[in-house]
């Protein structure tokens, strides 16, 4: 194997970066543990100054949105520098670069935040957009679409490639404006600027990437009617009925019904009903085939765009669960080592998986020790939670629970609730009860120490046998409860167990 080729196996090096998003309708400072493949976010603060309600009036940044921005970014200076950040990346969309007076407003929010901000054009945005895209979900193939407060812009991606984005002036606060509060009007405004987007004739029976705040409420607000059992919105997928079903009802209600939703932040309530309609409109133009929360958006793909492009080319999901297992495992060689270890019964004359099932099993592997500080009636259930509920991209949710069921069954939970088996079919259920049992077995064969798997042989041999092989120096290794796995283990991939002493 060379997948892993390199890995480091010391804990990841604290390294803060930080990205300040100054949009139109919020001015946003996110602080990233580094400037690495699959970045956590270790703090994370919005003000909504509004900066964009008028512009498409007056042409101008409201005086109080400015001075909000304003005291927002000198806090955001303070705080980045009590947190240790070295590099600040900062950046400006629609309506700085709109507005009449938005030069002078970025000259004074430079000195408020002590750094340079790049004022990106619509097509840069939505370059970005779709880098992030592309960061959290490799494989997107579809029309991202990033939902500001003044500015939609969509941008085709397949295959880790962009095409040209474009950007329409439709975000909900211009919506607002220009619509004089009517959301009859609005709708016509968005189906005029809609039909000049050719772009959209390239999403039929794709998907349709959303980022944004206001529609991440959306797939919210659609998770908690359907009771959905994962709270993790990204790689949230609804079909385009469903989408539009929410949009379409949202779309239709007041602010002050929406402050009373609680899945709906009452930040957003005045917003949300203008930024529904985009979607259902888009949605009713496009043919999506379906609707894919992201994330990652503008903020992450800048922070992707600084790569090095080895790093760029790296797994999103591995390079995520191997920092877990750098992190949490008492060895993380001993991670690996199970990775290539496990090799010996899958692919070739093995037991056959595909690619995804493959890089499904080495995440498993990385993330299958995590649990071990906790008390052992709890490790079942502290893997599970840390699995599900991590910060993890590259992955959608029956993957997600795949592995946390996996590492779940390997501390010998017994029973999962939540819901979250719904989201696996028999297979997938399968699956994670066979690779639990190999960790297990090699667990109790290494005492999760590095070095002792690969002088261990286990192969699926002929006559129907699991062969299990152990160099003299490791024969006492063998006792009732390593049997008893085995046996177990050879039972399960439908085969009797066979030891031999080479």
């Not at 006559?463 to 299990?468: A, P, S, V």
Request: aromatic content about 6%.
């Amino acid at each position: 194997m060379s997948w892993h080729k390199g890995f480091r196996t010391e804990p990841p090096t604290y390294r803060p970066v930080a990205v300040v998003d100054i949009g139109s309708n919020s001015v946003r400072l996110v602080v990233y543990d580094g400037l690495r493949r699959s970045p956590t976010p270790v703090f994370n603060e919005k003000i909504l100054c509004g900066l964009g309600k008028g512009v498409a009036i007056t042409g101008k940044l409201a005086d109080s949105g400015i001075a909000r921005a304003l005291a927002a970014l000198r806090r955001f200076r303070t705080l980045a520098k009590q947190i240790g950040v070295k590099q600040v990346f900062a950046v400006a969309t629609a309506a700085a670069r709109e507005a009449t007076n938005g030069q002078s407003f970025i000259e004074s929010a430079e000195e408020a935040i002590g750094v340079g901000i790049n004022v990106l054009s619509g097509k840069e945005e939505a370059r970005y957009a779709a880098l992030g895209v592309i960061a959290g979900i490799p494989e997107a193939d579809g029309v991202v679409g990033d939902l500001g407060g003044g500015s939609l812009e969509l941008i085709d991606v397949q295959e880790g490639k962009l095409r040209d984005g474009i950007t329409l002036p439709i975000g909900p606060l211009r919506l607002i404006d220009m619509s004089g509060g009517s959301i009859k009007r609005a709708r016509e405004i968005v189906d005029d600027y809609l039909e000049k987007a050719t772009l959209l004739a390239n999403l039929k029976g794709r998907s349709f990437y959303a980022v944004g705040g206001t529609w991440r409420n959306l797939a919210r607000l659609h998770m908690a009617q359907n009771k959905y059992p994962l709270h993790v919105l990204h790689h949230y997928a609804m079909t385009r009925q469903q989408a539009s079903a929410v949009a379409d009802l949202v779309s239709g209600l007041s602010s002050s019904s929406l402050r009373d939703v609680r899945e709906v932040s009452k930040s957003r309530a005045d917003t949300l009903p203008y930024g529904a309609l985009v979607l259902d409109r888009l949605l009713a133009r496009g043919k999506a085939r379906d609707v894919v929360s992201s994330v990652y958006g503008v903020r992450e793909g800048l922070l992707y765009s600084k790569l090095p492009r080895r790093k760029m080319q790296a797994d999103a999901l591995l390079s995520s669960c191997w920092d877990f297992a750098r992190r949490y495992a008492r060895s993380p060689e001993h991670e690996l080592e199970l990775c290539d270890w496990t090799d010996q019964l899958f692919g070739g004359p093995g037991y056959k998986e595909t690619e995804v099932e493959t890089r499904l099993r080495y995440a498993a592997c990385l993330l299958a020790d995590i649990g071990w500080r906790a008390h052992p009636d709890y490790r079942a259930e502290r893997s599970l939670g840390m699995i599900s509920q991590a910060a993890f991209v590259g992955i959608d949710h029956p993957g997600r629970v795949f592995l946390a069921l996996t590492v779940f069954y390997r501390y010998e939970g017994e029973e999962m609730g939540d819901g979250l088996v719904h989201l696996l079919d028999d297979n997938q259920m399968m699956r994670a009860h066979l690779l639990s049992s190999i960790f297990r077995l090699a667990y109790i064969l290494s005492a999760a120490m590095p070095g002792m798997l690969p002088r261990i042989g286990l192969k699926l041999a002929e006559g129907k046998t699991m062969q299990l092989t152990l160099p003299k120096k490791l024969q006492d290794l063998m006792g009732e409860r390593v049997e008893k796995r085995l046996a177990g283990l050879a039972s399960e991939m439908g085969r009797v167990a066979k030891v031999v002493i080479d």
